[in-house]
T-cell receptor, first 113, second 112 residues
């Protein structure tokens, strides 16, 4: 079955630690995205990548980093510089850049203690 | 930046009722998407609209791309308990390749 997987589903980390969230897709999509969701708010774009080895900052990139070494994978690192990292993180992909309809993974809930 | 106004913020449904929600913007959009999100899960695409005036159905769901390209609505007919959740609209602003903009969501709850 084609789809987007995110792991882990729940993640707990101590304040000051970096943590990496995994996102993998087998849809053969060129573009991948990371969003952050906070209660009662719409999705906010962190980073996006329209092609392998290239990525751009979204609206709230500070304190986050990404890499895109393979078409299928787009991991997100939440660094200690992110002031309020506790949130629900969603990965998405589309056939091509923003012109394409985006499909979402199941999400990772990160809690920083 | 671009903003989408989604309304209502929340609503209660009784089984069998029809439900309507909409999104509006002050800017023109090329694409309108409607997603549903269950608690703790990722949004699932319900309907995608690509052309002004387009009316598309998916089972009991019907969505329309407004003629002015500045709004879209989603209707759910004969609601059932599993319709509860959060519904998001998303749109791609007028310029090709622009980032998706999301509404804040409409929460559907069951009337007890």
């Amino acid at each position: 079955d084609g789809g987007i997987t995110q792991s882990p589903k729940y993640l707990f980390r101590k304040e000051g630690q970096n943590v990496t969230l995994s996102c993998e897709q087998n849809l053969n999509h060129d573009a991948m995205y990371w969003y952050r969701q906070d209660p009662g708010q719409g999705l906010r774009l962190i980073y996006y990548s329209q092609i392998v080895n290239d990525f751009q900052k979204g609206d709230i990139a500070e304190g986050y980093s990404v890499s895109r070494e393979k078409k299928e994978s787009f991991p997100l690192t939440v660094t200690s510089a992110q002031k309020n990292p506790t949130a629900f993180y969603l990965c998405a992909s589309s056939i091509q850049g923003f012109a394409g309809t985006q499909y979402f993974g199941p999400g990772t809930r990160l809690t920083v203690l | 930046g671009q903003q989408l106004n989604q309304s209502p913020q929340s609503m209660f449904i009784q089984e069998g009722e029809d439900v309507s929600m909409n999104c509006t913007s002050s800017s023109i959009f090329n694409t309108w998407l409607w997603y549903k999100q269950d608690p703790g899960e990722g949004p699932v695409l319900l309907i995608a609209l690509y052309k002004a005036g387009e009316l598309t159905s998916n089972g009991r769901l019907t969505a329309q791309f407004g003629i002015t390209r500045k709004d879209s609505f989603l209707n759910i007919s004969a609601s059932i308990p599993s319709d509860v959740g959060i519904y998001f609209c998303a749109g791609q602003p007028g310029e090709y390749g622009n980032k998706l903009v999301f509404g804040a969501g409409t929460i559907l709850r069951v009337k007890s």
